[in-house]
């Protein structure tokens, strides 16, 4: 029922701004892509894992997040 609060761009952009990695992770883990832009200009992005169901990382999605020194990308595949 309450699903797509969690799919929510909204809340995902608040998370990134407070650097909550565990919401960032579980909502991108209901994804398959991180949208253009999706995290730019935040400074307080600190660190990100990328889950397994992300395939696409859209033009420019961490620009500007000069704060983003680790980038942690997951997967389930032997050959990734």
């Known amino acids: 029922k309450f699903q797509h609060i969690f799919l929510n761009d ?3 952009i608040k998370a990134a701004k407070e650097n909550d990695l565990e919401v960032i992770y579980f909502i991108l883990s209901k994804r398959s892509e991180i949208k253009e832009k999706c995290f730019k200009d935040n400074e307080n992005l600190q660190r990100i894992v990328i889950p397994p169901s992300i395939t ?3 033009k420019f999605a961490f620009t500007g997040c000069v ?5 942690v990308i997951t997967s389930t595949s032997e050959n990734y």
């Open 10 to 12: 909204e809340l995902l």
């Open 56 to 58: 696409t990382i859209g």
């Open 67 to 71: 704060s983003l020194s680790e980038v």
